[in-house]
């Protein structure tokens, strides 16, 4: 049974940064794509980064310079650094994993990835 399990959410002063991971169990990514996703409340869930197998990575136009997406292999996890956090990405966040080896844009749509985490709550005072 796959399971993702995040963890490193909480709550942080506007600027201020954290680190989530996202600890893969049950299968191994190491060939295909993992991703990050949020949802603030009353808004849809959008996407916010994605690495692929070769550590090729892709990010929302919101995130781009302040989060960084990495993964490490050998303990089948990915992480989320964020750095100068803003109100507005106070949002649950989810991890996502997908079979496949995700190119372009397709690795930005939430129908591309095969499991989902049960989400972390990442809350940025102003």
Do not use: H
């Amino acid at each position: 049974q796959v399971q993702l399990v995040e963890s490193g959410g909480g709550l942080v002063q506007a600027g201020g940064s954290l680190r989530l991971s996202c600890a893969a169990s049950g299968r191994t990514f190491s060939s295909s794509a993992m991703g990050w996703f949020r949802q603030a409340p009353g808004k849809e869930q959008e996407f916010v980064a994605s690495i692929n197998w070769i550590d090729s990575t892709y990010y929302a136009d919101s995130v781009k310079g302040r989060f960084t997406i990495s993964r490490d292999n050998a303990e089948n996890t990915v992480y989320l650094q964020m750095n100068s956090l803003k109100p507005e990405d106070t949002a649950v966040y989810y991890c996502a994993a997908s079979i496949r080896a995700l190119r372009g844009t397709s690795r930005s749509n939430a129908y591309a990835y095969d499991y989902w985490g049960q989400g972390t709550q990442v809350t940025v005072s102003s």
